[in-house]
Protein backbone atom coordinates (compact mmCIF):
# COMPACT_ATOMS: atom_id res chain seq x y z
CA UNK A 1 0.00 0.00 0.00
CA UNK A 2 1.50 3.55 -0.57
CA UNK A 3 -0.63 6.08 1.16
CA UNK A 4 -3.24 8.76 -0.48
CA UNK A 5 -2.75 12.55 -1.13
CA UNK A 6 -2.84 14.86 2.14
CA UNK A 7 -5.79 13.08 3.76
CA UNK A 8 -2.89 10.06 4.08
CA UNK A 9 -4.78 7.55 4.00
CA UNK A 10 -4.06 3.71 2.08
CA UNK A 11 -4.23 3.91 -1.80
CA UNK A 12 -3.82 0.78 -4.09
CA UNK A 13 -1.20 0.27 -6.30
CA UNK A 14 0.67 -1.94 -8.67
CA UNK A 15 4.38 -1.18 -8.58
CA UNK A 16 7.01 -2.99 -9.53
CA UNK A 17 10.40 -1.29 -8.68
CA UNK A 18 13.64 -2.85 -11.17
CA UNK A 19 17.34 -1.47 -11.73
CA UNK A 20 18.66 -0.51 -14.80
CA UNK A 21 22.85 -1.68 -15.63
CA UNK A 22 23.22 1.32 -14.36
CA UNK A 23 22.02 0.95 -10.69
CA UNK A 24 19.30 3.37 -11.02
CA UNK A 25 15.84 2.73 -9.07
CA UNK A 26 12.80 3.40 -11.29
CA UNK A 27 9.02 2.31 -11.24
CA UNK A 28 7.62 0.49 -14.45
CA UNK A 29 4.43 0.79 -13.65
CA UNK A 30 1.60 2.87 -10.97
CA UNK A 31 -1.66 1.91 -11.09
CA UNK A 32 -3.84 3.60 -8.43
CA UNK A 33 -8.01 3.38 -8.55
CA UNK A 34 -10.11 5.99 -8.17
CA UNK A 35 -12.07 4.47 -5.63
CA UNK A 36 -9.23 3.68 -3.43
CA UNK A 37 -8.13 7.50 -3.00
CA UNK A 38 -9.13 9.26 0.36
CA UNK A 39 -10.85 12.65 -0.80
CA UNK A 40 -9.67 15.78 0.56
CA UNK A 41 -10.70 19.53 0.30
CA UNK A 42 -8.09 21.81 -1.22
CA UNK A 43 -7.12 25.37 -0.17
CA UNK A 44 -9.74 26.55 -2.85
CA UNK A 45 -12.89 24.57 -1.57
CA UNK A 46 -13.13 22.21 -4.17
CA UNK A 47 -13.47 18.05 -3.11
CA UNK A 48 -10.26 16.18 -4.97
CA UNK A 49 -8.50 13.10 -5.30
CA UNK A 50 -5.29 13.08 -6.02
CA UNK A 51 -5.01 9.75 -8.66
CA UNK A 52 -1.95 10.22 -9.73
CA UNK A 53 1.44 12.50 -7.64
CA UNK A 54 4.77 12.47 -6.23
CA UNK A 55 3.24 11.33 -2.77
CA UNK A 56 1.63 8.22 -4.26
CA UNK A 57 3.38 6.92 -7.61
CA UNK A 58 6.45 7.92 -9.31
CA UNK A 59 5.53 10.50 -11.07
CA UNK A 60 7.95 13.39 -9.78
CA UNK A 61 6.38 16.76 -12.21
CA UNK A 62 3.26 17.03 -12.02
CA UNK A 63 -0.18 15.74 -10.86
CA UNK A 64 -3.55 14.38 -11.68
CA UNK A 65 -6.90 14.44 -9.76
CA UNK A 66 -10.67 14.25 -9.79
CA UNK A 67 -12.53 16.90 -8.61
CA UNK A 68 -15.87 17.76 -7.40
CA UNK A 69 -18.48 20.81 -6.42
CA UNK A 70 -22.03 20.42 -5.64
CA UNK A 71 -24.46 22.16 -7.44
CA UNK A 72 -24.60 26.27 -6.29
CA UNK A 73 -21.32 26.15 -5.24
CA UNK A 74 -17.56 27.52 -6.73
CA UNK A 75 -13.95 27.46 -5.95
CA UNK A 76 -12.98 30.41 -3.99
CA UNK A 77 -11.22 32.90 -7.02
CA UNK A 78 -7.00 32.11 -6.80
CA UNK A 79 -4.52 31.59 -8.74
CA UNK A 80 -0.97 29.83 -8.10
CA UNK A 81 2.62 30.89 -8.49
CA UNK A 82 4.13 28.43 -10.51
CA UNK A 83 1.68 25.66 -11.17
CA UNK A 84 0.32 25.36 -14.61
CA UNK A 85 -3.41 23.85 -14.77
CA UNK A 86 -5.74 21.95 -17.22
CA UNK A 87 -9.26 21.10 -15.80
CA UNK A 88 -10.95 18.83 -17.85
CA UNK A 89 -14.95 18.47 -17.48
CA UNK A 90 -15.98 15.01 -17.13
CA UNK A 91 -19.93 16.06 -16.05
CA UNK A 92 -22.20 18.52 -15.31
CA UNK A 93 -21.99 22.45 -16.45
CA UNK A 94 -19.72 25.57 -14.95
CA UNK A 95 -19.21 29.11 -15.40
CA UNK A 96 -15.21 28.87 -15.65
CA UNK A 97 -13.94 32.53 -14.89
CA UNK A 98 -10.22 33.07 -16.31
CA UNK A 99 -8.51 36.50 -15.68
CA UNK A 100 -11.87 37.90 -15.46
CA UNK A 101 -13.20 36.68 -18.96
CA UNK A 102 -16.29 33.88 -18.42
CA UNK A 103 -17.71 30.89 -20.13
CA UNK A 104 -19.94 28.72 -19.90
CA UNK A 105 -18.02 24.82 -19.72
CA UNK A 106 -19.46 21.20 -20.12
CA UNK A 107 -18.49 17.73 -20.55
CA UNK A 108 -15.62 17.33 -22.90
CA UNK A 109 -14.14 20.78 -22.27
CA UNK A 110 -10.69 21.34 -21.45
CA UNK A 111 -9.57 24.57 -20.10
CA UNK A 112 -6.38 26.02 -19.91
CA UNK A 113 -5.15 27.92 -17.04
CA UNK A 114 -1.11 29.61 -17.07
CA UNK A 115 0.57 30.13 -13.79
CA UNK A 116 -0.64 33.76 -12.06
CA UNK A 117 -3.93 33.28 -13.56
CA UNK A 118 -6.87 34.33 -11.25
CA UNK A 119 -9.56 31.64 -11.68
CA UNK A 120 -12.72 29.76 -10.17
CA UNK A 121 -15.17 27.08 -11.51
CA UNK A 122 -18.63 27.58 -10.51
CA UNK A 123 -21.18 24.83 -10.75
CA UNK A 124 -24.17 25.91 -12.34
CA UNK A 125 -25.92 22.64 -13.01
CA UNK A 126 -28.41 20.72 -10.79
CA UNK A 127 -25.89 17.86 -10.24
CA UNK A 128 -22.26 17.68 -9.29
CA UNK A 129 -19.52 18.86 -11.34
CA UNK A 130 -17.19 16.45 -12.53
CA UNK A 131 -13.98 17.48 -13.49
CA UNK A 132 -10.30 16.15 -13.62
CA UNK A 133 -7.21 18.57 -12.82
CA UNK A 134 -3.99 18.45 -14.16
CA UNK A 135 -0.67 20.46 -12.35
CA UNK A 136 2.67 20.59 -13.53
CA UNK A 137 4.62 20.94 -11.13
CA UNK A 138 2.12 18.44 -8.82
CA UNK A 139 -0.37 20.34 -7.01
CA UNK A 140 0.50 21.67 -3.77
CA UNK A 141 -1.49 23.55 -1.03
CA UNK A 142 1.10 26.18 -0.70
CA UNK A 143 1.06 27.39 -4.49
CA UNK A 144 -2.60 28.03 -3.54
CA UNK A 145 -3.00 31.29 -3.17
CA UNK A 146 -6.60 32.93 -2.24
CA UNK A 147 -7.75 36.07 -4.11
CA UNK A 148 -11.31 38.03 -3.01
Do not use: W
Amino acid sequence: MVQGAAGGGPARACTRICRSAEGDRHARMDVINRDDTVPFTTTDGSTIRELLAPRNSAIRKQSLAEARLAPGTATTPHHHAVTEEIYYILSGTALMTLAGESRPVGPGDAIAIPPGTRHTIRNTGPEELVFLCTCAPSYEHADTFLES
